[in-house]
């Protein structure tokens, strides 16, 4: 296969496709639109040191900033190129498990290249989000009958939200504010590996409804997406494997031709075979694991209720089931893909299965393009079919500025999270630089979250779901804080907890000020936070 590759490169096909690609009005007008909605997403990030008050420091999240830290975590293990990950949240991690390759990959790459870890996360951010957007155009144009339905799906994917800006002031809380699978913009918003995920999935769809793109490469392409799928979005993998056998079903009932059934086989086949190695191993070392075992029955993350999440698409759930009502979808192979997935979509949100609201990944994409679809049959003329496309962008900005604002708030509030004390960010860096053989550190909760991205230590809690039993850990680092009995009893419960040092930064102070603290070595300063050994004995 790669023979005749390098053939077709030398023999000019595929560079004269490129050119063509490149001079090709329509898109570069979709490329300028991607990288617009990219850079609204990166000035947030951008303007957020300009809110911080004197003496504070910018985390380099805005939204989730729990789970932010906890990719640098897993960042920072990988910058050693083992590619072996020890939940850093853990005080007893256990051995070292292949799991969260893609930070670690990530964290690796910051390190040969020498850039500062948030740096490269949020670069990556950044790349995956167009190759979202990109993969999302081309299935739009493969997809879609007419240009007014392409490009309104794929501007709907590129800014579209739901009503969630307007519904919370009813005191509801729509998916399209917290939940970035959700949402395009807004996974593009949140972290590296939803869009990404997003990407892998839309083009693995694209090449198995349509298997004459990339003829050559098309196997191996569905496999790095099935391999993708397994690294970054395991669960998603079986959900569109159900949409896509239900929708051969369907175009069987249809009459679908043979050579369909064999290519659908083909390019299954090729999805599955990088995807199910990957998924067999994450779910034997999860069931072997016990601290594994404990995160996993931890990590809930039930679909809200069902206002939540049809609020949450709002307007383009409202045209896309115009679409599949009045457009001419279900007359089409890959319309009647559309609905099969976006269908699907909704029902598979209730599942019962842990990971509920992880399944709404994708789901914006099939939406977007009936609404698109639905956009077109009833706009019968262009300055009608701008209007309605203007009124569902700006009933999505609401959400938007939700969003985006919440975060950009929080910094100039000095909200724990988003932002940390200069004295805090110092003494964790030198922490970093100074302590090794991976000790146990007590710190408060937000600081517990900081530490494992910052230096190779420990923990009691830093994370809800990576800290195995979270709530009796969260319990025990509030009652070691707050220890006001005898000091050597203190340290005595210390070290049962096999605590070795207690960072004791701004957060800390607020949690009280143990009596144990007397008793406790000095060990470091920075600023207004301290650092202390455990004595041992």
């Known amino acids: 296969m790669w023979g005749g590759l390098r053939g077709k490169w030398r023999g000019g096909r595929y560079r004269r496709k490129i050119s063509a690609v490149l001079h090709n009005h329509e898109l570069r007008w979709a490329a300028g639109l991607a990288l617009l909605a990219v850079v609204l997403t990166s000035l947030p990030f951008l303007v957020a040191p300009v809110l911080l008050e004197t003496g504070s420091t910018f985390s380099g999240f805005l939204i989730n900033p729990v789970d932010g830290f906890s990719y640098l975590a897993k960042m920072r293990q990988g910058a050693d190129l083992v590619f072996e990950i020890r939940l850093p949240y853990a005080p007893e991690p256990g051995p070292g498990v292949l799991l ?23 670069a990556a951010r950044v790349l995956g989000a167009l190759a979202m957007l990109g993969s999302s155009y081309f299935f739009f144009v493969r997809t879609l009958p007419t240009p007014r339905a392409k490009w309104a799906a794929f501007v709907l994917t590129l800014f579209g939200s739901g009503v969630g800006g307007i519904a919370l002031l009813m005191g509801l ?75 051969l079903v369907v175009e069987r ?59 949450g698409y709002g307007l383009v759930l409202i045209l896309a089931v115009v679409g599949m009502l009045l457009g001419n979808a279900r007359g089409r192979s890959s319309g009647r893909l559309l609905i099969t997935w976006a269908i699907l979509g909704f029902f598979m949100l209730y599942l019962p299965v842990s990971l509920q609201r992880r399944l709404t990944l994708g789901l914006f994409i099939p939406l977007a393009a009936l609404a698109g679809v ?39 509030r000095g909200e724990a999270g988003v932002v940390m004390s200069e004295s805090d960010q110092a003494l964790l860096e030198w922490i970093g630089l100074n302590i090794s053989e991976d000790p146990l550190i007590l710190a ?79 060990a470091h300063r920075e600023g207004d936070s301290d650092l202390y050994k455990v004595p041992e004995r």
């Open 253 to 311: 009932l249809h009459g679908t031709q043979a050579v369909q059934l064999r290519s659908w086989v083909v390019g299954m086949t090729a999805f599955l075979a990088g995807a199910l190695p990957m998924l067999v191993y994450t779910l034997g070392v999860i069931r072997r694991h016990p601290v594994l075992f404990a995160w996993n029955a931890q990590n809930l993350t039930p679909t809200p209720g069902i206002m939540e999440v049809l609020l």
């Open 444 to 522: 408060g909760l937000e600081s517990g979250n900081r530490l494992p991205a910052y230096s190779d230590v420990r923990v009691l809690y830093g994370h809800p779901f990576e800290t195995p039993h979270s709530d009796a850990q969260k319990a025990l680092v509030r009652e070691l804080w707050n220890w006001d009995g005898d000091p050597v009893l203190g340290l005595q419960a210390l070290r049962a907890a096999g605590v070795e040092y207690a960072f004791y930064g701004e957060e800390e102070k607020k949690l009280g000020i143990p009596s144990w603290l007397s008793l406790a070595e000095f």
């Open 374 to 412: 639905g956009l077109d049959a009833i706009a019968s003329t262009r300055r009608r079919f701008a209007l309605l496309m203007a009124a569902t962008i700006a009933l999505s900005v609401p959400s938007h500025l939700v969003v985006i604002g919440s975060g950009l708030v929080a910094v100039s």
């Open 100 to 122: 969260f390759v893609y930070q670690l990959i990530l964290g690796g790459i910051s390190s040969v290249i020498g850039l500062p870890q948030i740096l490269t996360y949020h």
């Open 173 to 247: 809380l729509p998916i399209d504010l917290w939940v970035p699978e959700a949402i395009p913009f807004l996974s593009a918003y949140a972290n590296a590996h939803f869009p990404l995920a997003t990407a892998a999935l839309i083009t693995s769809v694209t090449l198995i409804l349509f298997p004459k793109i990339l003829p050559d490469a098309r196997q191996a392409v569905l496999f790095l997406g099935g391999l993708l799928l397994a690294l970054l979005q395991p669960f998603t993998v079986a959900a569109i494997g159900i949409v896509l056998g239900v929708w």
